[in-house]
């Protein structure tokens, strides 16, 4: 099993900046991809970010001049920082990770930003 524990969620204004972060514990030998996907009130849950084991990168469109993944894979920790958000950035941030086909999810960080 693959635990992950999100942080860095909270409200801030448009135009402004927030980092979070995910560790991850437990069974993380051969961990693969990690990334962030988010869920905003009455939609799907969709990718924001992932990064491979081997550090190459995927951003889904709305983001990707802004926001930025990164890992520390002696911490087992991925990144993401969020700039320039805009209300339409609110939602939960969810932490997911791949191990031998299985995919694993952190229980979320909210994200609020106001205009």
């Known amino acids: 099993q693959v635990q992950l524990v999100e942080s860095g969620g909270g409200l801030v204004q448009a135009g402004g900046s927030l980092r979070l972060s995910c560790a991850a514990s437990?069974?993380?030998?051969?961990?693969?991809?990690m990334g962030w996907y988010r869920q905003a009130p009455g939609k799907q849950r969709d990718l924001v970010a992932v990064m491979t084991s081997g550090g190459s990168t995927n951003y889904s469109d709305s983001v990707k001049t802004r926001f930025t993944i990164s890992r520390d894979f002696a911490k087992n920790t991925v990144y993401l920082q969020m700039n320039s958000l805009k209300p339409e950035d609110t939602a939960v941030y969810y932490c997911?990770?791949?191990?031998?086909?299985?995919?694993?999810w952190g229980k979320g960080t909210l994200v609020t930003v106001s205009s």
């Open positions: 997911n990770a791949e191990r031998i086909g299985r995919r694993y």
């Open positions: 437990g069974s993380i030998f051969r961990l693969n991809a």
